[in-house]
């Protein structure tokens, strides 16, 4: 059984919408999490596997910091 069940099901058309929308400085978790039924750690497993090293690490400090300044984001 795969470790990530809702990423399997996911099509490719739906991953690109997500790494979209978690690249964007205006959206939520929970904004993708409504859209397509991933939670933020499933998001952050996805973003992952999709980035280079160095640039999942530069969206996770970005994110990061987004949180520090916003009570409710990523």
Do not use: C
Not at 35 to 55: C, F, H, P, Q, W
Request: aromatic share 8%.
């Amino acid at each position: 059984m795969p470790k990530n069940p809702n990423l399997a099901l996911l099509s490719p058309d739906h991953i690109s919408g997500v790494i979209e929308m978690a690249l964007s400085d205006h959206t939520t978790f929970a904004d993708i999490q409504a859209e397509y039924g991933i939670n933020d750690s499933e998001v952050k497993t996805l973003m992952r596997r999709a980035l280079k090293g160095s640039r999942y690490k530069a969206w996770r400090k970005r994110v990061r910091s987004f949180g520090d300044r916003r009570e409710v984001y990523k």
